[in-house]
């Protein structure tokens, strides 16, 4: 049982221990590289989180709150697109791109002095 749930949240665990990471580095050595990573990590757990569980409730909820009286297939086509093709692309995405982004900013670039 346990095994399971670990295996099964296992990015949702590996994520909140950036984000944590990422907050303690922004307390105690507040910078932009760590500030850029924790919001990295933020997009890679929205990101999963809404492939989960937000995404068929979401697209069907703005169906429902734009279409009301006759249908629309151009509203739904568009709704489709974002909801189901461009969010789960690009959540991810953008967030491995600030994840990157703020590694490199904390650790890799030379301080100049």
């Not at 568009?78 to 994840?99: D, E, H, Q, R, S």
Request: aromatic share 10%; charged share 15%.
């Amino acid at each position: 049982m346990i095994f399971f749930t670990v295996t099964h949240n296992a990015p949702v665990i590996i994520y909140g221990l950036g984000i944590l990471y990422a907050v303690i580095h922004s307390i105690i050595k507040p910078s932009r590289g760590s500030v850029i990573l924790l919001l990295g990590f933020i997009l890679l757990l929205f990101g999963f989180e809404y492939d989960k569980h937000i995404l068929e409730g979401l697209r069907e909820q703005t169906i429902n709150a734009l279409i009301t009286i006759q249908e629309h297939n151009k509203v739904r086509r568009i709704i489709n697109i974002i909801t189901l093709k461009a969010i789960p692309f690009l959540a991810p995405l953008l967030g491995w791109c600030m994840v990157t982004s703020g590694i490199y900013l904390l650790f890799v670039r030379k301080k100049k002095v």
